[in-house]
């Protein structure tokens, strides 16, 4: 039934792999909930992301019966920096998708959806990986995000590149044997080592980046070096958290939310964060709360 006696806002995760659109109410009941292709801001693609969303947005405005939004803010991969917000805030606004529009960080929105306005850690790893704090003052300060090319560690890309390598290294006896050959070649739908070469060669960001749920999955199953690679990403996210607690002030938060598809309740990399900032951050409090960044940037919407 159209819904257009009431004000709608719009959020958008734009994340690397994916997007996601939500549109709440003015109360911030969920409206619509539209899952979109990915949608990573680089400093090349403004217009091409501004795109992709319009589309998931019209598909969300359509479901729920609406020709306009009050606002929108896209939560976007890439958006912790200057250039490209204002690239991408543009490039929305020459779409028309909503009255008023601001692009923001995706860690921002993730502060949002897991403590509102309190202080509070987010880690997150997808595709790429970053971290953001939020202390009492409200001042908000990040490490990571850095790219693919830069940075990224402890992500699924990094993940997934280090597994293909694993199972390169296995090939040629360069090192230790692992399942991660079989599994990969199977991932990437190649008969032999030849054919997966060649699949490497042209493969996306994203299609490596998927090869991390095969390597969580042989590490599950026990294979050694997959478990390895496992503990080393689990490694590499809590020093985005060490290094983010050096710069915040004190008192420093309490507690930290988990996000991404790396740190879902199944993944062995989310069990080994957790053990790990055990160890080197025990003050920390990981919070079981479902970080969702479309909403927490629906929610940033409404208060435009």
């Not at 990437?188 to 991390?212: G, H, K, P, V, Y």
């Not at 390597?215 to 599950?220: F, G, P, R, T, V």
């Not at 996210?237 to 060490?242: G, M």
């Not at 988990?258 to 990399?269: D, I, N, Q, R, T």
């Amino acid at each position: 039934m159209p819904q257009n006696s009431s004000l709608h806002f719009a959020g958008v995760d734009a994340g690397g792999s994916h997007s996601e659109v939500v549109i709440v109410d003015r109360e911030l009941r969920v409206l619509a909930r539209v899952r979109g292709g990915a949608a990573a801001l680089r400093p090349d693609n403004a217009r091409e992301v501004a795109g992709g969303i319009a589309v998931t947005l019209g598909r969300a405005r359509s479901e729920i019966g609406i020709r306009t939004l009050e606002a929108v803010v896209v939560a976007a991969a890439g958006g912790g920096r200057a250039a490209e917000r204002k690239a991408l805030t543009e490039a929305l606004e020459e779409c028309r998708v909503a009255g008023r529009i601001a692009v923001v960080g995706d860690g921002e929105a993730a502060l949002e959806s897991a403590f509102g306005s309190k202080p509070g850690i987010v880690l997150v790893s997808g595709t790429g990986s970053i971290a953001y704090a939020r202390d009492a003052a409200g001042a908000v300060r990040r490490t990571g995000g850095l790219g693919w090319q830069l940075g990224d560690e402890g992500s699924g890309y990094a993940l997934g590149r280090a597994a293909l390598g694993a199972a390169g290294r296995a090939a040629d006896g360069r090192g230790p044997a692992t399942s991660l050959l079989e599994r990969i070649q199977s991932a990437a739908l190649a008969a032999d080592l030849e054919e997966l070469i060649r699949w490497a060669q042209t493969a996306s960001r994203a299609d490596i980046a998927a090869l991390a749920e095969t390597a969580c999955d042989a590490a599950l199953e026990g294979d050694p070096v997959a478990r390895e690679l496992v503990e080393s990403t689990a490694s590499d996210l809590c020093a985005h958290v060490i290094a983010l607690l050096r710069q915040v002030d004190s008192p420093a938060p309490t507690d930290i939310a988990l996000a991404g598809g790396l740190l879902a309740p199944e993944s062995p990399v989310r069990n080994a964060v957790v053990t790990g900032l055990g160890r080197v951050a025990p003050a920390l409090r990981v919070v079981n709360v479902a970080v969702d960044p479309a909403l927490g940037a629906a929610t940033l919407a409404a208060r435009l």
